[in-house]
């Protein structure tokens, strides 16, 4: 996994606060893969109740995030008991590790 413990630790600060304790940060994408470089920080966000307004969440995550460890592209994916399935979200889940 490419990215510091400090990033992490930021992505769970910033998905617990934004979204709650019951959210959980996945990281998935070309992070994942230690022998790939660069790419934007592409993180799954699974929420154990339906998100009212997931694509406003996944934004405050993004900037909480970003003012933690810096300008950096991220991109958030919300999850949640409502989502439909998709190719995104089921590569998303497949490739997907726990921050």
């Keep these: 996994m490419r990215i510091s413990p400090q990033e992490r630790s930021s992505i769970r600060r910033a998905t617990e ?4 304790a019951g959210a959980r940060a996945l990281l998935f994408g070309s992070r994942v893969h230690d022998d790939l ?13 339906p998100a009212k ?12 995030i970003q003012r933690q460890i810096g300008l950096r592209k991220i991109d958030v ?6 989502s ?4 995104l979200l089921r590569q ?8």
């Design 77 to 82: 994916l919300i999850a949640d008991p409502a």
């Design 53 to 64: 307004d997931a694509l406003g969440l996944a934004v405050r995550i993004a900037a909480r």
């Design 84 to 87: 439909p399935d998709s190719p």
């Design 37 to 49: 470089r660069g790419g934007d920080i592409d993180l799954l966000v699974e929420l154990p109740a």
């Design 92 to 99: 998303a889940r497949q490739d997907a590790v726990a921050v």
């Design 17 to 20: 606060e934004v979204a709650g």
